[in-house]
């Protein structure tokens, strides 16, 4: 497949993941699309669809090969286990953790937040996402 179709796959992708359009996302997946690659901003299918909490589309991606600890946007997004903890999109968080996120890594190369720190926020915490998060080992910042 030549580079320029492989961008244009990707875009579709990470839109489509975006939009939580799961028929879409199996068909291009389906088309040689690879469930990794970022779109020309650099954001990755499996971080589009866990910001969104679209269970499906996180699985489908998932089940396809993504890593579930791919950073995602050169440093402006972070990782989908982030993303979705810090919305409190419980069952996009359950599809990572299945799927080996590991519940402790922070962003930004690991000098940012930890899913539990934003799940935790004072703005907006998500209590259930932070007990199913500590369930699977992940710590509070200093212990």
């Known amino acids: 497949m030549n580079r320029r179709r492989r961008k244009k796959l ?13 028929p879409q996302v199996a068909a291009l997946l389906l088309g040689g699309a690879q469930p990794d690659t970022p779109n020309a901003e650099g954001s990755t ?5 866990s910001v969104h909490g679209d269970a499906a589309v996180v699985r489908l991606l998932l089940a396809a090969g993504a890593v579930p600890d791919a950073e995602s946007g050169r440093g402006t997004e972070g990782t989908p286990l982030c993303a979705a903890a810090a919305w409190g999109h419980l069952d996009a968080v359950r599809e990572l953790l299945a799927y080996g996120a590991d519940p402790n890594l922070r962003e930004d190369g690991g000098t940012g937040y930890a ?3 934003w799940a935790t926020k004072d703005v907006q915490p998500h209590p259930e996402t932070a007990a199913l998060l500590v369930a699977a080992g992940a710590r509070p910042r200093g212990a």
Do not use: E, S
């Not at 299918?45 to 669809?49: T, V």
């Open 10 to 22: 990707a875009r579709k992708l990470v839109t489509a993941a975006l939009l939580g359009d799961a």
């Open 45 to 49: 299918p499996l971080y589009a669809a």
């Open 115 to 117: 899913p539990l720190d």
